[in-house]
């Protein structure tokens, strides 16, 4: 051995990849949870062309770093799960992740195996996901102060914002709000030119033709085609036959007539997926028809969910007067605002109605953080419905915390070591909050436990301005009880992956030769 270097210790080596991947974890932990809480400031990402982004959205930041090592590429799916499912959280259920991993090695270096430590961690999330679901408080009704709060924290205390979503969540009511299949976060739109602003119907992104010499239109029937509007097409050597140009010639005519029924059954409004035939462009300015062309799948089933229009295919326009006149949707008014440079549609049939949150601000950097805000208390709201509420800032974890450590005691086996973990991991939330306030997390923390105890309640945590004891439900800090369990179950599941990780083989190019 070479003068100067350092044995590997047999312990070193064989938790090499564990102490690897656990490394890589905390990595990119540490770039979002400094973000965590009213105190936690933003991150700058900037890429390679020089655009930025501003932003303390977890799943934002996760999605754009540059991360190639395969255990910390796990961590970005805690938070796109935690967005898909819920829309909020994501960088709290990211530090959760990291804390389980780093309490889970701690265990495993000491000795304890790593079956047993993640066992003993399944076991303890399930139990914590009971607690926190037994703590919660239904919310009932949309007027309800404390649902109002729950949005306030998720739009990150911009109180313009949560006026927004409370806006639109009165209007789409709380039926559909209840609806799993409804997500209020997908009516959120930025635009630079907008004001802050909630109207009842849709806004397209894509532009019609000829946008600044487009109708009104009131009370009009939609349709809405698969499709490009043109006449069906024949071969080129179909064409060379006098056969085929009578049927080209006949195409053209049916084509023209199907136009033509179209003008009759009151058609004002026509989107296309695809494009459209010169005559037709034509023939729809002349009966005052609006023509949006490429427009996208996800806003034609918005459109067709709004207005009652079926999807069509070209050959559809075939059809006699009655049958094409039932496949037609309707809206009150659409019209081309251009200040935003978008088509509105409003008052479709149905009775649920659709509405539009329009985020604005001074510039795309700024509008684009707003409307993701905007979108994670329009999920936060949702999610509060659908499971009740919590004690916000990490206070009903840290109660939770304790009350695993005394059923530890009760579990016989190295299993009660993963619930430790777990435990110990709880109160990770609520310590990087502290501490991005300023604060000993330790110290406070301890004096947040004491007052819990004492009052018998999980709702008591410290004022990060003060540092004093308060009560969180009576100062409005919640957070729904959905955002806490579904990112704890997802933190719990990527923890376990990278602790089961014994090594790590990179594999041969699939390229390669046998």
Known sequence: MSQGQQPVSEGEERYAALLNNSNAVRAVTSAVEGTLGPKGLDVML?????????????????DKMDIGHPAARLLIQVARSQQKKVGDGTTTATVLAGALVQEGVSQIVKGVPASKVVTGMQQGIRLAVESLKSRAREISDLDDPLLAKAVYVAGREREDIARLVMEAASMVGIRKLKDPAYQLADAVTAHEKGNNEVFEGILLKQTPLHPHDTPDLADTRILVLHDALEPET????????????????????????????????????????KGIHPDAEQFCMDHGMMVIPRVSRKDIARVSMMTGAVPLRRTALHKDRESLDRLLGYARRTYYDELLERVRISGGPKADPFVTLIVGASTAEVVGESARIAADAASALQAAISG????????????????????????????AFGIAAVAAALRKP???????????????????????IAEGSDGIGIDCDSGMIIRYEEKGIVDPALVKIHGLQTAGEVAAAVLRIHNVIKMRSASGND
């Open 46 to 62: 900037v890429g390679d062309r020089g655009e930025v982004i501003i932003t303390n959205d977890g799943v934002t930041i996760l």
């Open 388 to 415: 009740g509420i919590l004690p916000g800032g990490g206070t009903a974890e840290l109660a939770v915390s304790y009350e695993l450590e005394r059923q530890r005691e009760t579990v016989k086996g190295m299993e």
């Open 430 to 452: 609520m310590s990087q909050i502290l501490l991005n306030a300023g604060y000993n997390p330790l110290e406070k923390m301890e004096e947040a436990r004491a007052a819990q």
């Open 234 to 273: 024949l071969d080129e050597e179909v064409l060379t036959t006098e056969a085929g140009f009578a049927r080209y010639m006949e195409l053209r005519e049916r084509f023209a007539r199907d136009l033509h029924m179209l003008a009759d059954l009151g058609v004002g409004l026509v989107l296309l997926e």
